[in-house]
């Protein structure tokens, strides 16, 4: 049966460090969030959006979202001073009758529609779910010190993307606990993991990568390159 699926697209960072925000980054004469709604409208997973933004930017916004195709039901809603509470945002502006929430980092603009449908098919009550990648390096942890005190097993380690997704209904209560016990988490699967409940990870793959350096971007640019180039 299908489940209505909300994606909660998180674009309202404020960091310059690369000249401009990085939901505006561009890839191959792009912004970068364009390729993130591209890759939503194309998940046939995704029933509506919500696009989490600075209030700034939602002229701009509306535009590429136009530019983009965009057909499915899509909120614009303000992000908050940190992510939890722009996620939080971007969750309380889902349609009635939504599911499941796919949460997902507007600067990871490469996921491809396989991989949203992939994350979704894997959430199931109580389990959320997440994309995510096997570590290729050895790890260690250190003390404050910044001594070795351990090696972890590599093959147990798996570095997480997003979209992540959760069953909407407990995902709001657990969200809304959090709020009032002043929890702030980075991660969305780390909410979901304090409540008790499972995490399921679905195996992605490393292009999947987050806008974070100048280095990410020129990367970004070769595999959608390589992509176009791919029958």
């Known amino acids: 049966m299908e489940r209505a699926c909300c994606g909660v697209i998180v674009a309202a960072g404020s960091s310059t460090r690369m000249g401009c925000a990085k939901q505006f980054l561009p ?3 792009e912004p970068a969030i364009a390729w993130t709604l591209r890759a939503f409208q194309n998940a046939g997973s995704i029933a509506s959006l919500v696009l989490v933004i600075r209030e700034e930017d939602g002229e701009a916004m ?13 909120a614009l809603v303000h992000g908050g001073a940190e992510r939890q509470l722009s996620v939080r945002a971007g969750v309380l502006a889902a349609p009635r009758g939504t599911q499941l929430v796919a949460i997902h980092d507007g600067a990871r ?16 009550f109580p389990e959320g779910a997440a994309l995510a990648v096997r570590v290729k390096d050895t790890i260690k942890v250190t003390d404050e010190n910044g001594l070795v005190v351990s090696t972890p097993a590599r093959e147990s380690l798996w ?10 209904g407990r995902f709001c209560a657990e969200m809304e606990r959090a709020v009032a016990e002043g929890r702030l988490y980075t991660d969305d699967c780390q909410l979901w993991e304090h409540a008790g409940l499972p995490v399921r990870l679905c195996e992605s793959s490393y292009e999947n990568l987050k806008l974070t350096t100048l280095d990410d971007v020129i990367t970004a640019e070769a595999i959608l390159r390589k992509r176009r180039e791919t029958p």
């Open 159 to 168: 570095a997480v993307q997003t979209p992540q997704v959760f069953p909407y």
């Open 62 to 74: 509306r535009e590429i979202a136009a530019r983009c195709g965009v057909t499915k039901p899509l």
């Open 27 to 29: 890839l191959l004469g």
């Open 109 to 124: 603009a490469l996921v491809t529609p396989a991989q949203i449908d992939a994350a979704v098919r894997a959430a199931s």
